[in-house]
């Protein structure tokens, strides 16, 4: 098993404040993915990171993949209520492995 | 395109009973799987498939079965049912692991 941890676990933050969570593994990824889950809901993609280094943004959010590539980060700016949600790191070779997850709260 | 589907929305069941949750979908991925999530955590692998007839274990594979007849269809069965099986169970399908996966609206399941 690519044991994928997050971290924090949980966040509660404020409208307007920025925030990172961190996806860690001890395992190197061809690439890693970003997805978001809303409650009663399957996740989503936000993004795919491939490249050790690689930096993507998506609108306010900004995901960064490790130049070793064990490891991604995920920064929001000015975060909004509609912004909360599960966020969930996923990688593998054969397979997809998702992480622990952090469960952010962005409050009004 | 429907995307993923996933039948029953809901299911109780009581120890000991079998059954089957449907996954259908119809986008021709070759890659599909199996996951279950438990309250306030993230998602656990119990199978996947590569493509038709191609089927291996994923995290927690004991007491769930799959076959893969068709690339359509990808059905988890539940041999005999234990509480500790109370869970969301979601099917994903892809075109491969490294790409985006769809994922179906879930099964919530009750074991009592």
């Known amino acids: 098993t690519q044991l994928l941890e997050q971290s924090p676990q949980f966040l509660s933050i404020q409208e307007g404040e920025n925030l990172t969570v961190y996806c860690n593994s001890s395992?190197?990824?061809?690439?890693l993915q970003w997805y978001r889950q809303e409650p009663g809901e399957g996740p989503v993609l936000l993004v795919t990171v491939v490249t050790g280094g690689e930096v993507k943004k998506l609108k306010r959010l900004t995901f960064q993949f490790g130049d070793a590539r064990k490891d991604s980060s995920l920064h929001i700016t000015a975060a909004q209520p509609g912004d909360t949600g599960l966020y969930l790191c996923a990688g593998g070779a054969n397979n997809l492995f998702f992480g622990t997850g952090t469960r952010l709260t962005v409050i009004p | 395109n429907a995307g993923v589907t996933q039948t029953p929305k809901f299911q109780v069941l009581k120890t000991g009973q079998s059954m089957t949750l449907q996954c259908a979908q119809d986008?021709?991925?070759?890659?599909m799987s199996w996951y279950r999530q438990d309250p306030g955590m993230g998602l656990r692998l119990i199978h996947y498939s590569v493509g038709a007839g191609i089927t291996d274990q994923g995290e927690v594979p004991n007491g769930y079965n799959v076959s893969r007849s068709t690339t359509e269809d990808f059905p988890l069965r539940l041999l005999s049912a234990a509480p500790s099986q109370t869970s969301v169970y979601f099917c994903a399908s892809g075109l491969t692991p490294y790409n985006e996966q769809f994922f179906g609206p879930g099964t919530r399941l009750t074991v009592l």
């Open positions: 986008m021709n991925h070759e890659y």
């Open positions: 395992s190197v990824f061809s690439s």
